[in-house]
């Protein structure tokens, strides 16, 4: 299962606020302007800045 696209369109980055996009391997979600990638654990996002990682 993957993230739903209406919870894609409500979440937001936690460090920037900005527009978060599902990566291609639907392994994470990207935040562009940050260049990070927050995993997603059991179909649920962790939405952690100490838990993403970098580009």
């Given at each position: 299962?993957t993230?739903d696209?209406?919870?894609l369109?409500?979440?937001?980055c936690?460090?920037c606020k900005?527009?978060?996009?599902l990566?291609?391997?639907?392994t994470g979600?990207?935040?562009?302007?940050?260049?990070?990638?927050?995993?997603?654990?059991?179909?649920?996002?962790?939405?952690?800045?100490?838990?993403?990682?970098?580009l």
């Amino acid at each position: 299962m993957t993230i739903d696209a209406e919870l894609l369109d409500i979440l937001a980055c936690p460090k920037c606020k900005g527009k978060l996009s599902l990566n291609a391997e639907a392994t994470g979600i990207v935040c562009a302007s940050c260049r990070l990638v927050y995993p997603i654990r059991d179909d649920i996002p962790v939405m952690l800045i100490d838990e993403a990682e970098s580009l």
